[in-house]
């Protein structure tokens, strides 16, 4: 499991976790560690396990899974007490830590978190030999096409993303990784975690792209049934209901991941928040 632990020059004493989406590394918070670094957090920032620099094995894939290497991190690095941050399959991966160590965390911050739907109830299933299949046949341009969903407007900027992601099609194992992206997809469709809100203790903030809608499996559904779901902001506020001692915060003209494209605004509003 490949991480990194940034030390802060001036430390307050506190430490932060920052959990990655299923499209992404360790690699592009590096905004977010820079600041978080500066204002006196310890971060640490893994690759999890079927990710990035990190081993990518082919077994089952769960959220209690994925959090107790997590928990294991921690407890190597002598960490026994975090502020959680996760984004997108990361909120999915933070809610489950959460749950799983609650005398671990003292906040949670859930960024544009998927999750907040019960995938099952409106996506067609599919069996893991047609998701893998699909996903064999992943390109650049496929890639790009998805995370360009991501943003109200596409910026040159963000291209670094992409390139983080089409690593692998270059390699002579791409199939393997084709295969571990069917499980981690299947491990989201199957475990979802909002049925639990309810038993979140520790204090929680729900920050999102007010022009957010992304969706797991979206092409899979027709243009009608597309707009009855992922509306983030009203999402956000239904979780809110179910947890209880959280707060929400939708960002104006932001998609799903507002730690790239409003990096000043979101260090801002977490850091209000901590």
């Known amino acids: 499991m490949s991480y990194m632990d940034v030390q802060p020059l001036k430390p307050n004493g506190q430490n932060v976790i920052l959990f990655h989406g299923k499209n992404f590394s360790g690699l592009y ?32 894939y769960t959220f209690e899974m994925l959090a107790h290497n997590n928990k294991l991190l921690l407890d190597f690095l002598g960490i026994n007490k975090v502020i959680v941050i996760g984004h997108s399959m990361g909120g999915m991966l ?26 099952k109830k409106f996506i067609p299933y599919s069996s893991m030999d047609a998701i893998y299949k699909k996903e064999l046949t992943a390109t650049y341009a496929s890639y790009k096409k998805y995370q360009m969903s991501y943003y109200p407007v596409w910026k040159p900027a963000y291209e670094l993303y992409v390139k983080a ?7 002579k194992d791409f199939a393997s990784v084709a295969w571990v992206n069917a499980l981690t997809y299947q491990m989201i469709y199957e475990q979802p975690v ?19 809608r992304t969706i797991p499996g979206k092409d899979k ?22 947890i209880k001692n959280s707060k929400v915060i939708t960002l104006p003209g932001v998609g799903h991941i507002p730690h790239i494209q409003v990096p000043e605004l979101f260090n801002r509003r977490i850091l209000e928040f901590l």
Not at 101 to 118: F, M, R
Not at 225 to 235: A, C, R, S, V
């Open 29 to 60: 918070w590096s905004n977010t560690i820079k600041f978080l670094s500066a204002e006196g957090y310890r971060v640490v920032t893994p690759d999890q396990v079927g990710w990035g620099k990190s081993a990518k094995p082919s077994v089952k």
């Open 194 to 212: 909002l049925y639990d809100f309810d038993k979140l203790t520790m204090p929680v903030l729900l920050i999102v792209g007010e022009s957010d």
């Open 165 to 171: 992601q089409a690593v692998p099609l270059k390699h």
């Open 221 to 242: 559904l027709d243009k009608i049934h597309q707009k009855l779901h992922g509306n983030y902001p009203q999402l956000a506020l239904k979780a809110s209901k179910k």
């Open 94 to 119: 933070a809610s489950r830590f959460a749950l799983l160590y609650p005398e671990t965390i003292s906040k949670l911050i859930l960024e544009d978190p998927l999750g907040l739907e019960d995938y």
